[in-house]
């Protein structure tokens, strides 16, 4: 019985996310110029759920945050808050072709972000958010700080402020709650003997704290917190876990968090959504999450054998293999098969190549001609749009000299963007002319640097 019970537990939360959203980015886009910071991302956080949005540094992760909360209108893409139960399903499609920003039902409303305001999105959708700087008025005190972010409710019990002015109780009773919801925040984050300290005067962690304090007095359904646990000692992070936990469990709000500090983010997120590039490259439980080889190679990085761990990889790796002479010991068994049904194949019967044959050999093969590393490679980092990740693969290709670069043909360019594009970096630049460039200069280096050297011979 226990463990039936047991089993029932844990269910709703590994699938939250999917069957009851409380927001649910879909498609999203931003593009900046040539610079595509999120590209076409989808993921659902569940009500009730701890989730967070991880990745490198330069993942587009704020750049989500700010989509979401209304810094940013979204090039292209769907952002659904949603207050009650349900999926509202319907309900969204309505407003979506409506062209309304929000709609009321029977047991909720739904909120579409991108076409809101963000002091509405703040006000009526109820999403809050925190920043990776802190941005406490520092010159207040804390409980200011928290007043601060209620007058809202403060202007219209003050009539904008002709009420405050006279003094009408109907002001007064709102004033006197806006306190009291203060104090209970001061309390929860363990600030209420700094109530009258200025912000600015306050820890580090203790302005982290108050900072969530701030957002959570606004009374929101959702709560984004922009790397809560930067610069914040062991001590903290565990007291901003049991913040968290609490903010989730008693006050019916859900949380989704940006965090670079695994020990936070595997202790206790529901859901983990990972991005690389713009891209969403993982999403699932932590267990899931932590054993994910792509996830692995985007936050730690891989050795050229560990790479073949990785399905992509395995394939360029195979596809640039050169075969193994014929004195060599027989193919194994699965060598065999592979042959075998490689035969039986329409390709096989036509006499045409593998797909996988080794680059510039085969006829009408596209990719462009590989060579052996020379012993002074060329610094293709030096091409606009490549790095060091990128350059690696490309070397991994056998492209180490600008000259094959500025050789390739139209066929052979349209190769390398099929399969060498890292989506949410600068659209590339043309390569070739930057290639061609790059090899004359190096070709009057070396000239130079030939007859610098015959000289000196000749005076020797």
Same mark, same amino acid.
């Given at each position: 019985?226990?463990?039936?019970?047991?089993?029932?537990?844990?269910?709703?939360?590994?699938?939250?996310?999917?069957?009851?959203?409380?927001?649910?980015?879909?498609?999203?886009?931003?593009?900046?110029?040539?610079?595509?910071?999120?590209?076409?991302?989808?993921?659902?956080?569940?009500? &009730?759920?701890?989730?967070?949005?991880?990745?490198?540094?330069?993942?587009?992760?704020?750049?989500?945050?700010?989509?979401?909360?209304?810094?940013?209108?979204?090039?292209?893409?769907?952002?659904?808050?949603?207050?009650?139960?349900?999926?509202?399903?319907?309900?969204?499609?309505?407003?979506?072709?409506?062209?309304?920003?929000?709609?009321?039902?029977?047991?909720?409303?739904?909120?579409?972000?991108?076409?809101?305001?963000?002091?509405?999105?703040?006000?009526?959708?109820?999403?809050?958010?925190?920043?990776?700087?802190?941005?406490?008025?520092?010159?207040?005190?804390?409980?200011?700080?928290?007043?601060?972010?209620?007058?809202?409710?403060?202007?219209?019990?003050?009539?904008?402020?002709? &009420?405050?002015?006279?003094?009408?109780?109907?002001?007064?009773?709102?004033?006197?709650?806006?306190?009291?919801?203060?104090?209970?925040?001061?309390?929860?984050?363990?600030?209420?003997?700094?109530?009258?300290?200025?912000?600015?005067?306050?820890?580090?962690?203790?302005?982290?704290?108050?900072?969530?304090?701030?957002?959570?007095?606004?009374?929101?359904?959702?709560?984004?917190?922009?790397?809560?646990?930067?610069?914040?000692?062991?001590?903290?992070?565990?007291?901003?876990?049991?913040?968290?936990?609490?903010?989730?469990?008693?006050?019916?709000?859900?949380?989704?968090?940006?965090?670079?500090?695994?020990?936070?983010?595997?202790?206790?997120?529901?859901?983990?959504?990972?991005?690389?590039?713009?891209?969403?490259?993982?999403?699932?439980?932590?267990?899931?999450?932590?054993?994910?080889?792509?996830?692995?190679?985007?936050?730690?990085?891989?050795?050229?054998?560990?790479?073949?761990?990785?399905?992509?990889?395995?394939?360029?790796?195979?596809?640039?293999?050169?075969?193994?002479?014929?004195?060599?010991?027989?193919?194994?068994?699965?060598?065999?098969?592979?042959?075998?049904?490689?035969?039986?194949?329409?390709?096989?019967?036509?006499?045409?190549?593998?797909?996988?044959?080794?680059?510039?050999?085969?006829?009408?093969?596209?990719?462009?001609?590989?060579?052996?590393?020379?012993?002074?490679?060329?610094?293709?980092?030096?091409?606009?749009?490549?790095?060091?990740?990128?350059?690696?693969?490309?070397?991994?290709?056998?492209?180490?000299?600008?000259?094959?670069?500025?050789?390739?043909?139209?066929?052979?360019?349209?190769?390398?963007?099929?399969?060498?594009?890292?989506?949410?970096?600068?659209?590339?630049?043309?390569?070739?002319?930057?290639?061609?460039?790059?090899?004359?200069?190096?070709?009057?280096?070396?000239?130079?640097?030939?007859?610098?050297?015959?000289?000196?011979?000749?005076?020797?």
């Amino acid at each position: 019985m226990a463990a039936s019970m047991e089993v029932v537990a844990e269910a709703p939360s590994v699938k939250n996310w999917e069957n009851e959203p409380v927001l649910s980015v879909e498609h999203l886009t931003m593009r900046f110029g040539g610079l595509v910071a999120i590209n076409d991302l989808s993921f659902d956080v569940g009500r &009730g759920d701890i989730t967070a949005l991880i990745g490198p540094n330069g993942a587009g992760k704020t750049t989500v945050f700010n989509c979401v909360t209304g810094f940013y209108k979204p090039t292209e893409g769907r952002i659904v808050m949603r207050h009650g139960t349900s999926r509202k399903d319907a309900l969204v499609g309505e407003v979506t072709q409506s062209g309304d920003q929000w709609r009321r039902g029977e047991d909720g409303a739904v909120y579409l972000l991108e076409r809101m305001a963000d002091s509405d999105i703040s006000n009526l959708a109820k999403v809050a958010r925190t920043f990776q700087n802190i941005r406490l008025f520092g010159g207040m005190t804390a409980l200011e700080n928290l007043l601060v972010a209620q007058h809202n409710p403060l202007m219209a019990a003050s009539t904008f402020t002709v &009420g405050g002015i006279v003094g009408l109780p109907s002001y007064r009773r709102a004033e006197q709650e806006a306190i009291e919801k203060a104090k209970y925040w001061l309390d929860r984050v363990n600030l209420t003997e700094r109530a009258d300290d200025p912000a600015a005067d306050l820890p580090y962690g203790a302005q982290r704290r108050l900072e969530i304090a701030r957002a959570m007095c606004t009374g929101p359904h959702l709560l984004c917190l922009d790397e809560p646990a930067a610069g914040l000692n062991p001590r903290e992070s565990a007291e901003l876990n049991a913040l968290l936990q609490r903010i989730r469990g008693e006050e019916d709000t859900s949380v989704l968090l940006i965090e670079h500090d695994m020990g936070v983010v595997m202790e206790i997120s529901d859901h983990i959504v990972v991005l690389d590039y713009g891209e969403k490259i993982s999403d699932g439980d932590a267990d899931y999450v932590r054993n994910d080889p792509a996830v692995i190679a985007a936050y730690l990085g891989v050795d050229d054998e560990e790479e073949v761990d990785i399905p992509e990889v395995r394939e360029d790796v195979a596809a640039i293999k050169p075969s193994e002479p014929a004195s060599k010991k027989s193919p194994k068994p699965a060598a065999k098969k592979a042959k075998a049904s490689a035969a039986k194949s329409p390709a096989g019967k036509t006499g045409a190549k593998s797909a996988k044959a080794k680059p510039g050999t085969a006829k009408g093969d596209s990719r462009p001609p590989r060579m052996r590393k020379p012993s002074k490679p060329d610094d293709l980092k030096r091409i606009s749009g490549v790095g060091p990740k990128l350059e690696g693969v490309l070397n991994g290709l056998g492209i180490y000299k600008y000259e094959q670069i500025a050789k390739w043909k139209k066929a052979e360019r349209n190769w390398v963007d099929e399969h060498l594009n890292f989506k949410g970096r600068i659209e590339r630049d043309d390569w070739i002319s930057q290639a061609k460039a790059l090899a004359k200069e190096a070709a009057k280096t070396e000239k130079a640097s030939t007859r610098k050297s015959t000289r000196k011979g000749g005076r020797a």
